[in-house]
């Protein structure tokens, strides 16, 4: 099966720097990587898609990129706020279903 | 803004009983997801349906089953809940399904019933 995996569970950090978090996949690249945010007692909620022919995506203070020899997407929260606060998780396409990593939860110190 | 809704938010039930989620989606989705979240294991697919009264297995189906009898509605079914059933479910809908197309394959995700099995 397709495995993912987000290297760390827990990610604390100084308001405005940057958090730097990373997903690892196995076996073949996918049509795309996505990134949700999902904060406590809640659903997840989408943030970004990258695809396979994509080397860097944008949105705000957000950046992922998209590495299939070292088969990585690395997701970043740039100027980092108190707010940012959640856990984060990484999905892949794979026959029709999202395989889901475990999330790594962040915490911004003000 | 796409809408998913979930029967409870948190739901006690006995060992044995039969366990009824419900989820209903208000954007015409053709496809709808029930996971189920557990600490340190991430979502897990349960079932998912990509049409009315069609579904196919996810990766941890055992001890579950679904039912989709109209296009917004979509139920995850406990037949006899056992105490490792108690977790966090969540269900999804999207308009295509994954790996189809890319931004249309964005899941939306209701916000969750948690579940405890005595």
């Known amino acids: 099966s397709q495995k993912i995996e987000q290297n760390s569970e827990a990610l604390n950090i100084q308001e405005g720097k940057t958090a730097t978090l990373t997903c690892n996949y196995t076996n073949y690249s996918p049509a795309y990587l996505q990134w949700y945010r999902q904060d406590p007692g809640r659903g997840p909620v989408f943030l970004l898609l990258?695809?396979?022919?994509?080397k860097e995506k944008r949105k705000e203070r957000l950046k992922v990129t998209f590495d299939t020899t070292l088969k990585q997407s690395l997701f970043h929260i740039t100027a980092s706020q108190p707010a940012d606060s959640a856990t984060y998780l990484c999905a892949r396409s794979n026959d029709y279903k999202l395989s889901f990593g475990a999330g790594t939860t962040v915490t911004v110190r003000a | 803004d796409v809408k998913v809704t979930q029967s409870s938010r948190y739901l006690v039930k006995r060992t044995g009983e039969k366990v009824f989620l419900e989820c209903v989606q208000d954007m015409d989705h053709e496809n709808m997801f029930w996971y189920r979240q557990d600490p340190g294991l991430g979502l897990r697919l349960i079932y998912f349906s990509y049409d009315v009264k069609m579904k196919e297995k996810g990766d941890i189906p055992e001890g579950y089953s679904v039912s989709r009898e109209k296009k917004e509605r979509f139920s995850l079914i406990l037949e006899s809940a056992s105490t490792n059933q108690t977790s966090m479910y969540l269900c999804?809908?999207?308009?295509?399904?994954?790996?189809?197309?890319?931004?249309?394959?964005?899941?939306?995700f209701g916000p969750g019933t948690r579940l405890t099995v005595l």
């Open positions: 990258i695809r396979e022919n994509e």
């Open positions: 999804a809908s999207s308009l295509n399904l994954p790996g189809t197309s890319g931004t249309t394959d964005t899941q939306y």
